[in-house]
């Protein structure tokens, strides 16, 4: 069996890991981002990792296919761009940096691909030729499969849904644009709507930390204005995934990200309005389903990650 090893960097913590083919992690490690800072340190600081994952499962480096990693976006052939979590990573070429460190073939994804490549190996988007994954998380990105293959772009940037305009008027983003899907549909953007109309729900006047799964509570326990918010996000999203129904004829959209945990909760209504905004004929073509990798998804995207660098 071939090891692999799989990164996930994230804004809060990187996770490291050595998994098989499968998709299956056998060892992992996590330590803070803020112990990363610079983007060389956190370099060394990986692949001093994955040796002693090596170590601890009695392999060496050596013994490694490949190395993959989810990383955040945008980049450029490896090279991380400016990104708001990790500012002093900008300029940093992940493949050259660790493949000179490992003497390992490496590839690097955006995370939301990278999560996407999971879904499509291992997940739920198994078996499809033509899939677009979408993550609603703090951000909103998303992964594009077609006619069987990984699609990237001139850059490998391609799918970055979340910073498509859906309100040219609306909120700012930090991308510099107004009204982008993740200013409206993001459990960043949830949260803060909930902030702003806190006075009108008797259930949000009383919680402490209102966030995206505090939004669905209210939305469990009966609250019309957390209803009316999370039923806007849907509208919203419907308009996002309508634009990749419509441009990209996928067979399936696995939808994932941490939103999604509550997916069965306001998955019917995301369908309803991406049905209303989608050409039929193409409507009638797509699965719309929630992921199936879960807490681990990201450490699994980057194995897939590597598992398509091998080859
Ligand atoms: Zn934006």
Redesign the pocket.
Known sequence: MAYYAGVDIGGTKIAVGLGNENGQVVLEQRFPTREAVQGSVGIQRIAQEIRHLCDRQQITVNDLAAIGVGSPGPLDHGTLLRTANLPEWEGINLVTGLESLLQKPCRVENDATAAGMGEWMFGAGKGTRNMVYITVSTGIGSGIVANGQLYGGAQGNAGEL??V?IEPDGPL?????HG????LASGTAIARIGQERKNQSDYLRNVDLINAPAIFAGVRAGDAVCGKIIEAAARNLGRGLSIMVNTQNPERIVLGGGVMENGDMWLPLIKQYTSQFSLQALYQAVDIVLAGLGQDSGLVGALAVAVVART
């Open positions: 979340g910073h305009v983003c930090h991308c510099g644009n982008c899907l993740e200013t």
